[in-house]
Nanobody
Framework: QVQLVESGGGSVQAGGSLRLSCAAS????????MGWFRQAPGKEREGVAA????????YYADSVKGRFTISQDNAKNTVYLQMNSLKPEDTDMYYC???????????????????WGQGTQVTVSS
């Protein structure tokens, strides 16, 4: 079992920045693929960014490339999502997720992630 605790989020004006944090426990952290997803009511869940905790490879949705950065602190078993140049269309509920399948695979397919945080709201006003 992987437990995920998110923090961060909030409200910001367009062009501003926010940082989300996700602390993982209950599993060997270095064997996980950790991801951030977002979802608005009535819409499909969208993969935003992912990181392979063992190798450090990162993956981004085209919509956030150059604006969002996923990183990790292995000593704290924590993943971060730094969001810069935020746009109103980035407004969503953001979820941290963990894929514990191992084998070196990591990506943005939400069906591969078996563990999810409680979600944190990000609101960007114009």
């Amino acid at each position: 079992q992987v437990q995920l605790v998110e923090s961060g989020g909030g409200s910001v004006q367009a062009g501003g920045s926010l940082r989300l944090s996700c602390a993982a426990s209950g599993y060997t952290y270095s064997s996980l693929c950790m991801g951030w997803f977002r979802q608005a009511p009535g819409k499909e869940r969208e993969g935003v960014a992912a990181i392979s905790t063992g190798g450090g490879s990162t993956y981004y949705a085209d919509s956030v490339k150059g604006r969002f950065t996923i990183s990790q602190d292995n000593a704290k078993n924590t993943v971060y999502l730094q969001m810069n140049s935020l746009k109103p269309e980035d407004t969503d509920m953001y979820y941290c997720a963990a894929d514990s399948r191992g084998g070196g695979y990591c990506g943005l397919a939400h069906s591969n992630f078996g563990y999810w945080g409680q979600g944190t709201q990000v609101t960007v006003s114009s």
